[in-house]
Nanobody, 122 residues
Framework: VQLQASGGGLVQAGGSLGLSCAAS????????MAWFRQAPGQERELLAA????????YYADSVKGRFTISRDNAKNTVYLRMNGLKPEDTAVYYC????????????????WGQGTQVTVSS
């Protein structure tokens, strides 16, 4: 199983970035798919989740209204569109998969991408 995240970079505050996470060795339709981030000295934070059953995505309060998670199961890929970026969004962003009902908790995510750096300058 491999999750390949891409799309990070440097952007000015107020700008936008789009992240992609291409999965191989599994079918994304069988998994909850999520994006996390981790800033230096901080815990890994769940930002957005797309459940395998569908329904409304989950968003953390810190990104609600600015970030959008989507998936294309035909391409085995999950996306994160980030608008209105702030300096406090600077972190390494990870995609991950889970099949556990406790999808809100990082410990229940089995597969992780390598992370992609997002840096927002003020």
């Amino acid at each position: 199983v491999q999750l390949q995240a891409s799309g990070g970079g440097l952007v000015q505050a107020g700008g936008s970035l789009g992240l992609s996470c291409a999965a191989s060795g599994l079918r994304t339709r069988d998994y909850h798919m999520a994006w996390f981030r981790q800033a230096p000295g901080q815990e890994r934070e769940l930002l957005a989740a797309s459940r395998r059953s569908g329904g409304e995505p989950y968003y953390a309060d810190s990104v609600k209204g600015r970030f959008t998670i989507s998936r294309d199961n035909a391409k085995n890929t999950v996306y994160l569109r980030m608008n209105g970026l702030k300096p406090e969004d600077t972190a390494v962003y990870y995609c991950a998969t889970s099949q556990n009902v406790n999808w809100r908790m990082a410990v229940y995510y089995k597969n992780w991408g390598q992370g992609t750096q997002v840096t927002v300058s003020s």
